[in-house]
Nanobody, 121 residues
Framework: QVQLVESGGGLVQAGGSLRLSCVVSGSIFSINTMGWYRQVPGKQREMVAT???????TYADSVKGRFTISRDNAEKAIYLQMNTLKPEDVALYYC???????????????WGKGTLVTVSS
């Protein structure tokens, strides 16, 4: 069974930093794009940052210059370094991965259960 497990969320003061981690476990063939999304109650889940297998990144405009996504393919992990956190960054942060479980098979989306980031003003 494939699982994505996030860690690193917590409470931080505005202007502070947090580093989120996500590790993929289980039997897989390959991982394509991975990323971080976030959601607050009553709103749609939104993309924060994504990274392809070869390291190409995309960021939401709201986090450009403050957040950095990185990836360790050997460890099947991604990270999100979040600096200069703002109260509007408060959300449940989800890890995402497009995973192919077996060679010659199609891939599918996988999600973690989320880690909560709280920023106090």
């Amino acid at each position: 069974q494939v699982q994505l497990v996030e860690s690193g969320g917590g409470l931080v003061q505005a202007g502070g930093s947090l580093r989120l981690s996500c590790v993929v476990s289980g039997s897989i063939f390959s991982i394509n794009t991975m990323g971080w999304y976030r959601q607050v109650p009553g709103k749609q889940r939104e993309m924060v940052a994504t990274i392809t297998h070869d390291g190409s990144t995309t960021y939401a405009d709201s986090v450009k210059g403050r957040f950095t996504i990185s990836r360790d393919n050997a460890e099947k992990a991604i990270y999100l370094q979040m600096n200069t956190l703002k109260p509007e960054d408060v959300a449940l942060y989800y890890c995402y991965a497009f995973i192919v479980r077996r060679a010659w098979a199609g891939g599918m989306d996988y999600w973690g259960k989320g880690t909560l980031v709280t920023v106090s003003s």
